[in-house]
Structure formats: structure tokens, C-alpha cells
């Protein structure tokens, strides 16, 4: 990073100080000042400077190369007033260092699909600080940069969901082979789902010893299943990587897209926050929810291409729905759209950043 | 048809007197001596037969020739004990007839997608007997085959579903534009919808008329709405056929795919069945939809992959989950998948036939 981009992040940073665990606080379900906001994939291709950064370096170079990770994560940071940063990477890179020969074409790709038991068993579950030392640099350089103004956030994706893409052996398709795999030869499914639990909590670790004050895990794919399965398959193989991850432990936040019929299960994950996409409304999800898990979202990430207006209405109808009890951390539902005009992103900034919250205890009021 | 395959079938069919209106009947909640089965895409690629056809003719030869459309969906009621016959096309066979110049390649795919209330504008609610004259003699013809020994099923897209290829332009991609439509331009959306919804109902009485005993409602995207968007656009949209199709009525099945969190509210969209995909268990659905509507469905289609042992563990899992109520009819949770071993839909279709239902009160045994 230059100096005068180092300079300019201390500077925006410099004039929030004190904003620095309002993402922690939401997690743990206690009062905040205002809703912390981030935004998945908030360093992403709507970013011109990403799209600048992108044409001198490929995706694989920037997961790879901690300056240039940094870099990328500290974009949208330097433009918008977010409450916490996510390290700049893809669910794969872990995965590659498992010993899958993974490309990006642009999806994930894998030369080999993992078809047999001696498929899975190639697997290994590897140190982390030795096949993937870039992580723990950049996640280390990032939580230096920031100087503890805004939390870092590390990631990895949810067993069933990297096993949908190393089965399949691409992404798209409608996910044939998992969803064969997990009626012909469930004990190959678990071995695998286990295989990569194991190494996810390590990943996971190795972040937060790295740096990283939270961790999402991202199950994009497991509301393909029906209830059973994803208690069966999917949910298991989360419970066991925060078995694994241990203590010390920072907030997780679990995120099943389209998930719907999930939402009620995925809170027995162990994780401290659900992420919601748009399909459960957030009053709906407290109540199914309870006072146990605070919840992430959920912005409809199609909404914000309509404009800032049109982002600002639906991002108050979010804040509303969430109501004013503590732990709800504003988000989209999914990762921002390529196409999301950057006017957008600042009106839903604005939009938590004047809301001035109505406090339903008196120490929701109590500075942070 | 063949004089010889008409005879083959008149002779199975003959072999089961008395079964015609097993499916009529549980569409309408009554009892029946056993749960009524069909398949969706049971006229497809999984069969040797199909796939010998359509080397001799296109899918829109099939749909577009009466007599190639009654012999596909004839096929599957040669082989197995079924109790309904679907006519053979496909949702966009009406749509063309619109104005919309649709190919396949394989998915549908629009030389013009509809972007502008000018191209709204364009699309046409026509007379069906005019443009597709040969749906309704598809249907009369296999109508006529079938002797009334099991009903015919016609279909339509729903208009939501229409909507996202029509704005979309193709398949897949994660249909950007129908929802970013639906937050920048509303009032076009509902425009499209209305005239989609017009021109199905007309489409669905056409087939009425022409023979089709019952009618299905596809909205396979219909999941990728919040509940408020869904009551604000895809199930009026859903009303509007039903209001327009007026009566006579036969049963109609709405089928949305993927969306365990629409149907309470797609209880209310006045069809008769709600098919339900395999992310709701059946025990849940009865629950959640009470007695006021039939339920279709849910067998996950990959269960059969894994042969007819697991079909029929499955298959029986799913008719303990419907329970003993009347209005279950027997179906999978999508459409039967090209590699589906024939052994598993004969395994499948054994254990309707063998299965001993308990009957819940006394009619529920009587003789249909």
C-alpha cells in the first residue's frame, strides 16, 4: 500500500475512533450506538479500484499475495464507513492446500472431481502456517493497518458447501453428484465432510491466531437439502469445525444461503450469528430465532441497483424489520452485484449511519 | 402411434379398470384406495424410447406435432402403472405464441429480451386455438387414446417464471434482471406479469377444452423472492390465472420450486394442490397448509439414482411423512432426472401399488 493510501485510511479511520467493536458488540448480542454495517464482497468488482487492481494481478495472484490482498481489502473502507473489513481471499485457497488441483475458470474448478473413497482419503488435512503462509501475513497486515479501528474478518467455506464444488467438480449444474453421492454412499460423504471440517477449523484458527477478531462461514449451497439431510450432512459438518476451532474463540457467523427452511436448525450450528438472506423476513427470523444467535443481513443485493433511493427505502425497512433489540449486524443477503453503482453503497451507509436507533433498554444508549 | 403400441397400451391400461380417477380424487382431498402417482418429466430423457425419438425429431418438433407429442407422453404410461398422463411440450410453447421469439438452446433462450414497456407492449394475449392449434390437438388426441382409463394433465408456466426468462433473455445466471426490474420499474413488471397471466389462463382453457382433466402451474422461480415481493408480484400474478381460467374448473396443482418459505402464502393463490419440493417434509406441509388444499409431491429425484432399494426407502418415508389424510398425490420434489435408472422408477412405482394405506375412516377403503 502507498503511504498516502496508508495515510488516507488512518485519517477516514482516525475521525471514527471508538467505532471499533460495534461489529463485536452486535455479535455478542449486546447494545450498540447504531447498527454495524458490512457488506459481503464489499471488496469486489463494483469497486473501479478493484476493477484497476484486477487488470495488473489475477484473482489467484491477489488471494496469494498479502500486499495486494491487503490492498484489496482495504478499498471499500477507504470509500464507505464500514464497521469491520474482511480479508481479501476465496473459499478455496485452503481447499488447494488440501491437495485439490483447483482453478478458476471463473468458477472453482477441479481437474480431479472427487469421486472415490480413495479421492477423499487423498485429502489431507495440512498445517496451515505451511501451505497457505499468505493468509496469516495478510490477515496480519490488514488487522495492523486497520490499528484495531475496525475488527478484521476472517473466512472459510462450510464443509457441504466445498463438497458440493469437490464432487461436482465445477460449479453450476444443479449439483448432480453430491446430491447422488449423499443417497448412493453417505459414509463417503461424511468422511469427506469430515476430512474438510478439520481442515476449515485450522484455516479458521490459523486466521484468528493471525488477527482475525471474527470468522464467517459461508454454506452456500446447503439449502439444496431438505431438513434431514442438512441434519444428516451439512449441519454436523459445521458443528464439528467450531468443535475443533475450540477455544479461544472469537464470534462466528454462519451464513446458508437460501436456506429458508433451514434457519431454525442452522441456530443449533453452535455459531454465535446467522446470516439471513432475503427470503426470511428479520422479524420473522427473531422469532423463530430467539434471544440465542444475533443475525446478519438482509438487504436484497438487487435492490442497491436501483439506486440510492430505492436502497435507502429497503435498507430502513431491514433496520425496521430487525426491531431494536441488540445483535442484528447490517448486510446484504448476498455478496454485492458487480453492477451495484457506488452511490448506492453510500446511501446505505448514510442510512445507519443518521438512523438514530430507538433504544429499548437504556443502555442501548451507552456509548461503545 | 402404432397400431401396435395403441394396442399395448389399450391392454395395460385395460389390465387396471377402475383406476381412472384415483388422481382427480386426491387432488380434491377424497379418499382413495391408494396414493395416486405421476412424475414429473415422466415423458423424458431417462427413457430409452424418448431418447430414440428425438433423434428423429427436435423437442419443438415433439411439442408442435400432435402425434410425436402423444406418443412421448404415452411412453411412460407403456412402461410403468402410472396415474396420469402430462402432455408432452413446454411452458414457452404459449409464449412464442405471444410474440416472443424464443429458441432452445438447450434452455429458452430470447432473441429480444423484454426490457422496456415497449417490449411489454409488443407481447399479445392471443386466441390459443389460433396460434397453437396443435397443443389442443395434442391433448384431445392422447385424451382420446387414454379412453378416460387416467386423466390428462395439461400445464403453464406461471407468470412469474415466464417473466424471469422473458427479462432475463436465457436461463440461468442467476436471473439479475428480473429482480433488479423488480426494485427499479415495479409497475412494468406488473404489466408483464398481467399480460403473462392473461394469456396462461386463456392457454389453460384452451387445453381445458380440449381435454386436459387437470391443470399444473410451474413457477420454478418463484423461490428466488422474499415473502413480500412474492405476495407483491409472483402470487397475484399466480391469482390472476386462476380468476381468468374461471369456471368450470378442474384441479390445479401450483408447483413452486425451491421455496419452503412461500407456500403459506402460496396456499392462497386458490389452486387445489400445492406441489411441494423436498425441502419441506410432507408431515411439515400438512401442518403448515392445514386441510384446505392437497399436497404434491416430494421425493428427491437424485434418492432414485441410487437405485430401487433407496427409491423405495425413500418413496416410503415420504407417503409416512403425507400420512393417512386424503389429498396426497405421490410425485418427486423436481423433475425425473435424465441418468434415472428405469429399475427405481419401477421400484417407485411398486411401492404405491403394494403399500397397504391405513385408512383413516372408513371411506377411505372404499372401492373409486
Redesign the interface.
Known amino acids: 500500500m502507498s503511504d498516502a493510501a496508508r495515510n488516507n485510511v488512518a485519517a477516514s479511520a482516525g475521525a471514527r475512533a471508538g467505532m471499533s467493536d460495534r461489529f463485536l458488540r452486535a455479535c455478542r448480542r449486546q447494545p450498540v450506538d447504531r447498527t454495524p454495517l458490512w457488506i459481503m464482497r464489499q471488496a469486489g468488482r463494483y469497486l473501479p479500484e478493484y476493477r484497476a487492481l484486477r487488470e495488473r494481478a489475477s484473482f489467484l495472484e491477489l488471494c496469494r499475495t498479502p500486499e495486494l490482498a491487503v490492498e484489496a481489502s482495504l478499498m471499500p473502507l477507504r470509500r464507505f464507513d464500514l464497521d469491520a473489513a474482511i480479508i481479501f481471499s476465496d473459499i478455496f485457497v485452503p481447499v488447494a492446500a488440501m491437495g485439490a488441483a483447483v482453478s478458476f475458470e471463473p468458477g472453482p474448478t477441479l481437474a480431479h472431481p472427487v469421486r472415490t473413497r480413495d479421492d477423499v482419503r487423498a485429502l489431507r488435512v495440512p498445517a496451515m502456517a505451511e501451505t497457505v503462509p499468505f493468509v496469516g501475513q495478510a490477515v496480519s497486515m490488514l488487522a495492523h493497518e486497520l490499528g484495531g479501528r475496525v475488527p478484521v474478518i476472517g473466512f472459510c467455506g462450510a464443509p457441504f458447501t466445498l463438497a458440493a464444488y469437490l464432487v461436482e467438480g465445477r460449479s ?1 449444474g444443479g449439483f ?1 453428484q453430491i ?2 453421492l ?3 454412499d453417505p459414509a463417503m460423504l461424511r468422511e469427506l465432510l469430515d476430512t474438510l471440517a478439520d481442515a476449515m477449523a485450522d484455516y479458521l484458527r490459523f486466521q484468528i491466531d493471525s488477527g482475525a477478531e471474527a470468522v464467517q462461514i459461508f454454506d452456500t449451497w446447503a ?1 439444496l ?5 442438512y441434519r444428516a450432512f451439512a449441519l454436523p459438518a459445521v458443528r464439528r469445525v467450531l468443535d475443533r476451532l475450540g477455544e479461544p474463540r472469537v464470534p462466528v457467523i454462519y451464513f446458508a444461503l ?1 436456506a ?2 433451514l434457519i431454525d436448525l442452522a441456530a443449533g450450528s453452535g455459531a454465535d450469528v446467522l446470516g439471513v438472506c ?4 428479520l422479524d ?1 427470523a427473531r422469532r423463530r430465532l430467539g434471544r440465542n444467535v444475533a443475525i446478519q443481513g438482509n438487504l ?1 443485493p ?2 442497491l ?3 440510492p433511493e ?1 436502497t435507502r427505502a ?1 435498507a430502513l425497512e431491514v433496520l425496521e424489520s430487525a426491531g431494536p433489540e441488540p445483535g442484528h449486524i447490517l448486510n446484504l443477503g448476498h455478496g454485492i ?1 458487480p ?1 451495484t453503482p457506488i452511490a448506492s453503497v453510500e446511501a446505505l451507509v448514510e442510512v445507519v449511519r443518521n438512523r438514530a436507533p430507538a433504544p429499548k433498554r437504556a443502555e442501548a444508549a451507552e456509548p461503545v
Chains 1, 2 share one sequence.
Open positions: 453450476g448432480e446430491q447422488s449423499m443417497f448412493r439449502g437439502l431438505g431438513p434431514e439431510d437460501a429458508p427452511h432475503w427470503r426470511v423476513p420473522q436484497h438487487h435492490a441497483l436501483a439506486g430505492v429497503r452485484l453492477s
